[in-house]
């Protein structure tokens, strides 16, 4: 018997669907991705943290923040509801539903 696989159609492939394996495959996705999480977030964070902080990965919906200055990792969780409410709006298909904050030291430590 000769099976077929569902890939080796003949039919013709959509330029976008074409374009989005091709992403996909070559990572560019994902990079795009962490560019708007990183843009967003310096719109969401409050004006005084957009120069010392910068965002992370997101992990389980989680945004890690790196910050310069300990005190404030405890400012921004004063805050951290509206930021998580603006990057919501912001990047949407990123599903953040909560930040950490973490310093900037601690980059190389693992959790």
Not at 14 to 31: C, H, I, K, P, Q
Not at 52 to 72: K, P, Q
Not at 74 to 98: C, M, T, W, Y
Request: aromatic share 4%; hydrophobic share 40%; proline share 5%.
């Amino acid at each position: 018997m000769n099976r077929r696989s569902p890939q080796a159609s003949s039919d013709p492939l959509s330029v976008g669907r074409l374009m989005s394996r091709l992403m996909a495959r070559t990572g560019y996705d994902r990079e795009q991705s962490t560019s708007a999480v990183a843009d967003a977030w310096r719109e969401a964070a409050p004006p005084a943290f957009r120069d010392t902080s910068r965002s992370g990965t997101i992990r389980r919906g989680i945004l890690d923040v790196f910050v310069s200055h300990s005190a404030h990792v405890q400012e921004l969780g004063f805050h951290k509801q509206s930021i998580v409410a603006r990057l919501r709006e912001l990047v949407p298909a990123a599903g953040i539903s909560d930040i950490r904050c973490r310093l900037l030291a601690d980059v190389d430590r693992t959790t």
